[in-house]
């Protein structure tokens, strides 16, 4: 197997004073929402059932003490939701909170990665 070139990735969750947490997957889940335009749609993209996607937009809702996610009643396709403004923005501020990281720690996911693929002393290979 050719060895890869692509470095160890970083996840990055964001614990909140309130014990409530911000990660990677309610991050793709509002971004989702925002692609797909339903709370239902989203969930599938992720294969996540509908009540756990409600129930993590709902916990945004309630975390950040602002709508992120608005749903939209009727209409002709039945309705179905969208970011807030608010929403939007915590999107963005996240990708770049893990931009900013993931560039902090280039050097030593490098690093990590040929620590790791260095064979072992005395190993058989």
């Not at 969750?13 to 929402?33: A, F, H, Q, W």
């Not at 809702?61 to 996610?69: A, K, L, M, T, Y």
């Amino acid at each position: 197997m050719p060895k890869s070139s692509a470095l160890p990735s970083l996840s990055l969750r964001i614990d909140l004073l309130s014990g409530d947490r911000i990660g990677p997957g309610k991050i793709t889940l509002l971004e989702n929402i925002s692609r797909h335009g339903s709370i239902s749609a989203a969930g599938r993209a992720m294969d996540m059932s509908y009540k756990r996607a409600w129930d993590l937009v709902d916990e945004l809702n309630r975390v950040c003490r602002q709508p992120v996610v608005e749903r939209q009643t009727g209409g002709k396709n039945g309705g179905g939701a969208a970011l807030t403004p608010f929403g939007e923005a915590l999107v963005a501020r996240y990708r770049r909170i893990e931009h900013t990281a993931a560039s902090a720690v280039k050097k030593e996911l490098a690093a990590l990665r040929s620590e790791i693929e260095k064979p072992r002393k005395g190993a058989a290979r």
